[in-house]
């Protein structure tokens, strides 16, 4: 059985590009999304595209404008410096999208 929280971190590989992934919807459409939920999924995103010893130790997040609760949340890294990633984010199909 998985855990509930497990499964609101799986973010699924986009298999056309190495950076691209996907997360699971967190609530009910039409309701604000949580932000942490989205950090936490940038997080797990970050975690795919680098070998185990250079897993993140921290996260900075700025939110500019609310998002849907009930889309899926894209991520996509947007660049490398030595080990440290910037993830990017936005709603596939939702009010953020062009976040890319």
Known sequence: MT????????VDA???TAD???GKPAGPPDKRAYGG???AQ???AACHT????????NLH?????????GAPVGTRSS???TAAQRPRGGYLGGKTDGCW
């Open 3 to 10: 855990h509930v929280l497990a499964s609101l971190l799986e």
């Open 14 to 16: 986009d298999p056309a």
């Open 20 to 22: 691209a992934f996907t």
């Open 37 to 39: 939920h989205l950090a």
């Open 42 to 44: 940038a997080m797990a």
């Open 50 to 57: 680098v070998e185990p010893a250079l897993r993140p130790t």
């Open 61 to 69: 997040v700025q939110f500019l404008r609310g998002g849907d609760a």
């Open 79 to 81: 660049g490398f410096t």
